[in-house]
């Protein structure tokens, strides 16, 4: 069964479509991971953007079609990360909601010690403001779209396991706050597991509300090739009013690596999904609607695969 097909044209962006106004001047090497959302009829997109300095930069552009993208001339101003007395390497891996007139951004943020999960506010994608830094190892840090029973609520995957070089982890996180600020307790929503597609899992683009629960598309990491990570999506089901709950995992992977820019690359076998866009201007009953997932190739570029709200609550049956 195919659940996403993906845009004939992929990539849609590559290293090529970024100015070098963007990165200092200096050529870029990749952009992949991007957030993305969809307002008012224009899509969105916040790239992760590396140079050939092996700087990050988070750049945005924006479409009206969903594929065809303008890539703006500067990237996004981060203000707030330089007070904060320790040093902040890069800032990565967007995802993006809108709530109460404010886009907002979780991060990965990678310090000294490891990573941070971090939460930006921006009202035009040209200058973003650090509200929070969490303070363990995490990343993954993904704010569902809504606040749900007056909280905004946040999935993370706290890292804790080495994996090929860097720390990952085998948990997806809930925790919920008032105010962005304080975070109450962090509860396990799901593991991976081991020795299959999943053995590490993150959680991909903020849910999508449907009828039957919150749809979450993650990412699962099959690790036992060792020097040959594998990364793959799957899709759960989370209750709508505790959505720390699972109503039902798809037990295989529903997206994996196949096409050659996503077999080889800067980070080879890697589909990264970030944003998951309902698009619903075709007023088709709820779950014929079309949903377009962006996600990272090998590392390298940004692509692009179609589906519907029914084909991926069709993967629980
Ligand atoms: C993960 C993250 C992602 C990256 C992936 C594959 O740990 O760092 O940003 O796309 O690895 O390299």
């Not at 991007?34 to 997109?45: T, Y």
């Not at 050939?52 to 930069?57: E, M, N």
């Not at 840090?141 to 706290?158: A, Q, S, T």
């Amino acid at each position: 069964m195919t659940t996403f097909n993906r845009y004939s044209k992929n990539p849609i962006i590559t290293r090529k479509d970024i100015p070098l106004s963007c990165t200092n001047g200096i050529e870029s090497s990749s952009v992949f991971n991007p957030g993305a959302i969809l307002d008012n009829g224009v899509f969105h997109l916040l790239l992760r953007v590396q140079s050939r300095q092996r700087k990050t930069f988070l750049t945005h552009c924006s479409s009206t079609n969903g594929h065809d993208f303008t890539v703006d001339a500067q990237s996004v101003k981060i203000n707030g990360i330089n007070e904060l007395g320790f040093e902040i390497f890069h800032v990565y891996d967007p995802r993006i909601v809108k709530i109460e007139d404010v886009f907002l951004v979780s991060a990965a943020v990678d310090v000294e010690e490891g990573c941070r999960t971090a939460i930006f506010s921006t009202k035009d994608f040209k200058e973003m403001d650090l509200i929070h830094m969490g303070d363990i190892d995490s990343r993954n840090g993904v704010l569902f779209p809504e606040k749900i029973n007056g909280h905004y609520c946040l999935l993370d995957r706290p890292n804790n396991q080495f994996a090929g070089g860097v720390m990952s982890g085998s948990q997806i996180c809930f925790s919920a706050s008032t105010d962005l600020v304080s975070w109450g307790r962090s509860v396990p929503v799901m593991s991976g597991n081991h020795h299959y597609w999943d053995e590490l899992i993150g959680a991909g683009p903020p849910p999508i509300r449907t009828k039957e629960g919150w749809l979450l598309v993650y990412h699962g990491v099959a690790t036992h090739f060792m020097s040959s990570n594998i990364y793959q999506a799957g899709v759960a089901l989370l209750d709508i009013d505790e959505p720390h709950k699972i109503l039902a995992r798809c037990p295989a992977n529903i997206f994996e690596p196949r096409e050659s820019y996503e077999l080889t690359g800067q980070v080879p076998n890697v589909v990264f999904p970030t944003g998951l866009l309902v698009d619903a201007s075709s007023k088709n009953p709820e779950n014929c609607n079309e949903v377009l997932m962006y996600y990272g190739a090998a590392d390298s570029s940004v692509c692009l695969a179609k589906t519907t709200i029914q084909k991926l609550l069709d993967c629980f049956k």
